[in-house]
């Protein structure tokens, strides 16, 4: 196997079955028999073959207890977190299990939407494996619950490649020190 296509440094895991590029694990997305590239065309193969789409709507909570309603990104993931007992559940096992918080760490708390929007877009479009949590308070309380999110703790420094020129704004204000 060669190196990643994505990243020189690292050595390839499998190839993308959708355009036979070579890719190291993060880079890639287990189907049922094939692997996948993040590339939109690929991706697109990918669903159609991906099981965890057409799969639960909703899961309980292995620690806690409690229903959780599962969105279409989620399900693709095959991971959540419980807003109750703040536990990280993968659930493309069954039973579903939990997994160690330990393994993430809190790289943002913020009250800007916008913000918190973007950078969750950087982190998809990098591969990032990332939860939040408290993002559905915005809309209830603004102003008193802070969402934060939490990033795998073997990729924080893509992390901090990805995020080093992010301006992150404070009530549209900048908090950069020029």
């Given at each position: ?18 355009c ?129 999110i ?29």
């Open positions: 196997m060669n190196n990643c296509f994505n990243h020189p440094g690292k050595k390839a895991f499998s190839i993308c079955h959708g036979g590029k070579e890719f190291c694990e993060s880079c890639l997305d287990e189907g049922i028999e094939y692997y996948y590239c993040k590339n939109a065309e690929c991706q697109k193969i990918f669903r159609i073959e991906l099981p965890l789409i057409e799969g639960p709507e909703n899961i309980i909570c292995p620690n806690c207890d409690f229903e959780l309603d599962l969105s279409d990104n989620e399900k693709i993931k095959g991971k959540t977190h419980c807003p109750e007992c703040k536990s990280v559940i993968d659930f493309t096992v069954n039973p579903p299990k939990i997994l160690e918080r330990e393994n993430y760490t809190e790289i943002l708390s913020s009250l800007n939407q916008g913000d918190i929007a973007l950078i969750k877009s950087i982190l998809e479009d990098g591969n990032i494996d990332y939860f939040t949590l408290g993002e559905n308070f915005l809309g209830v309380r603004p102003l008193l619950e802070p969402m934060k939490l990033v795998n703790d073997n990729q924080l420094s893509e992390v901090k490649e990805l995020l080093k020129d992010f301006d992150l704004k404070i009530f549209g204000i900048s908090n950069r020190q020029y």
